[in-house]
C-alpha cells in the first residue's frame, strides 16, 4: 500500500482481557518496528523484525507481549491479561531495510486504553 | 550504545521568527538520522532524512543539518507559523544499537499567533 497501515485506530479493553494490534507494512519493506508511547512519553522500542531472520525481541516489556510477522506481511502485536500500564499509543514502521541509508514511515498508531 | 538528546525540551516563540531545534547523539556511526513531526494524539510524520554521507536537506521552510564528528544535527525553521506547532523528533539508526531507532525525547513546539 501507499502508506503503514494500523488497525484498529483505537481500542478500548478492559483489564484481564487480551488484545492484538495488526500492522500493515509498505509493499516491499523487509524491515518492521514496533514502538510504544505511552502519554507525554517518549517512544520505547519493542520489537523489530528484518525479512526472515529472528525477530529482536529485546524491548517487549514482558512476556504478556508477543508479535508474529510471516515474511514480510503483516506484523500482530498481541498483549495477553492487559493491565492498566499498558494503555499507551502502539505505532509501527517500516523501513525497506534495516542498515542502509533509508529512513522508516510510521504508522498512525493504534491508541490503547485499558480499563 | 546510542543515545540522542534533544534540547530544548519545549519551546514558545511568536510567529514569523526562525528557529533552531537540537539534536545530539553520542555515536557517530550512523546510517541516517531522521527528523519527525508528531501532532498532538497522532502518528509521526517523517520531515527530512539526512544519509549519513549527506551534510544537509532542505524542504520548504525546513532545513536540517548533520555534522557526524561532533554528534550533533540542527532543525531550522524558517518565517515560523501557527501551524508548525507541534512536537519535533530526531532519531538515528546507528551500527552501535543494531536493529533499533533510537529517538530523542523531543521539542515541544508553539507559535504564538
Known amino acids: 500500500g501507499a502508506g503503514v497501515s494500523q488497525s484498529p485506530s483505537n481500542k478500548v479493553t478492559e483489564k484481564g482481557k487480551d488484545v492484538e494490534l495488526r500492522c500493515d507494512p509498505i509493499?516491499?519493506?523487509?524491515?518492521l518496528y514496533w514502538y510504544r508511547q505511552r502519554l507525554g512519553q517518549g517512544l520505547e522500542f519493542l520489537i523489530y523484525?528484518?525479512?526472515?531472520?529472528?525477530?529482536?525481541k529485546s524491548g517487549l516489556p514482558s512476556d504478556r507481549f508477543s508479535a508474529e510477522r510471516t515474511g514480510e506481511s503483516v506484523s500482530t502485536l498481541t498483549i495477553q491479561r492487559t493491565q492498566q500500564e499498558d494503555s499507551a499509543v502502539y505505532l509501527c514502521a517500516s523501513s525497506l531495510s534495516y542498515g542502509t541509508a533509508l529512513g522508516c514511515t510510521f504508522g498512525s498508531g493504534t491508541r490503547l486504553t485499558v480499563v | 550504545k546510542q543515545e540522542v538528546t534533544q534540547i530544548p525540551a519545549a519551546l514558545s516563540v511568536p510567529e514569523g521568527e526562525n528557529l533552531v531545534l537540537n539534536c545530539s547523539f553520542t555515536?557517530?556511526?550512523?546510517?541516517?538520522l531522521q527528523w519527525f513531526r508528531q501532532d498532538p494524539g497522532k502518528g509521526l510524520t517523517s520531515l527530512l532524512l539526512?544519509?549519513?554521507?549527506?551534510r544537509e536537506q532542505t524542504s520548504g521552510r525546513l532545513n536540517a543539518s548533520l555534522d557526524k564528528s561532533s554528534g550533533r544535527s540542527t532543525l531550522y525553521i524558517a518565517a515560523s507559523q501557527p501551524g508548525d506547532s507541534a512536537t519535533y523528533l530526531c532519531?538515528?539508526?546507528?551500527?552501535?544499537?543494531?536493529?533499533?531507532?533510537?529517538f530523542g525525547s523531543g521539542t515541544r513546539l508553539s507559535i504564538r499567533p
Open positions: 539526512i544519509q549519513s554521507s549527506q
Open positions: 523484525f528484518q525479512g526472515n531472520s529472528a525477530p529482536d
Open positions: 509493499s516491499g519493506h523487509t524491515a
Open positions: 555515536d557517530s556511526a550512523i546510517y541516517n
Open positions: 532519531a538515528v539508526s546507528s551500527y552501535s544499537s543494531a536493529s533499533k531507532i533510537i
